[in-house]
């Protein structure tokens, strides 16, 4: 039997009489603390190397009291530091080496000599760049609990594009999170390119209706354009859902 302490996932120990737990039990302890995290996540997780779990002879992941602690301090940085991963893990190799690193950072990790000096002067938090609609590259890395080599792959089949000032849209977040998700599901990057163009079709589309309105020498018309947008955008989206269902179901009979 599962056994949860009190005081989070982190705080105690985890284990099934003593022994390895499976995945399932590890997100049922985790979940407590991070409600959000999810099984695709963990093995994301394990991917990047920040835990080995044992394997049993027919491939079944067994984790350790110490797996689960260790996954709960990763997302415990992630969610209180926004800290990329390659941070994270060289910080608790340190600690599991018996060596004593640097406090963990407060605050966001940058990815290039730039960045670093935009660092030194300070940036807006998390919260007030998406507000503002566009963010930067170490937010967007942060925000979305990805690596710079990841978010280098999916521009390079153009699924997340930088302005030329450097910068991203803040839906770019939640592309990075569900481009991972699909990932950890066996779908790479390159077979998303498809689905990009699709996109970019459907909002041709759109445009196509808009672009009059946008035109028009009435500022209250021209407000109207975006409303419209944003109502034919959320019709295609329902559309676009239904099709793939349809599309699934034919296949699954």
Excluded: C
């Excluded at 056994?3 to 302890?29: E, F, K, N, W």
């Excluded at 260790?70 to 190799?93: N, S």
């Amino acid at each position: 039997m599962l056994h949860t302490p009190r005081g989070g996932a982190g705080s105690g120990t985890a284990t099934a009489d003593g022994g390895l737990v499976s995945i399932g039990q590890v997100l049922a302890v985790l979940r407590e603390e991070f409600p959000e995290v999810t099984i695709s996540k963990i093995r994301f997780l394990e991917s990047e190397g920040l835990v080995e779990p044992q394997r049993t002879p027919s491939g079944y992941r067994k984790f350790s009291t110490e797996d689960v602690e260790r996954l709960a301090a990763v997302l415990r940085m992630q969610r209180d530091h926004y800290l990329p991963l390659k941070v994270i893990r060289e910080h608790l190799d340190a600690l599991e080496r018996g060596e004593r690193p640097a406090a963990v950072p407060m605050g966001h990790q940058r990815t290039s000599d730039e960045d670093s000096a935009h660092f030194a002067g300070g940036f807006e938090p998390v919260a007030e760049q998406l507000a503002a609609g566009r963010i930067g590259r170490a937010t967007l890395l942060a925000a979305a609990q990805v690596e710079a080599e990841q978010l280098a792959e999916w521009e390079s089949y153009g699924l997340i594009t930088a302005s030329e000032q450097g910068d991203y849209d803040a839906d770019a977040v939640q592309i990075a999170k569900l481009v991972v998700e699909l990932g950890s599901s066996g779908i790479e990057p390159r077979h998303l390119r498809a689905m990009k163009a699709s996109a970019e079709r459907e909002a041709g589309l759109v445009d196509q209706v808009v672009a009059p309105l946008r035109r028009h020498r009435n500022p209250q018309t021209r407000t109207h354009a975006e409303a419209r947008t944003k109502e034919l955008a959320a019709v295609a989206i329902k559309l676009h859902a239904a099709l793939v269902q349809s599309a699934l179901r034919v296949r699954l009979h």
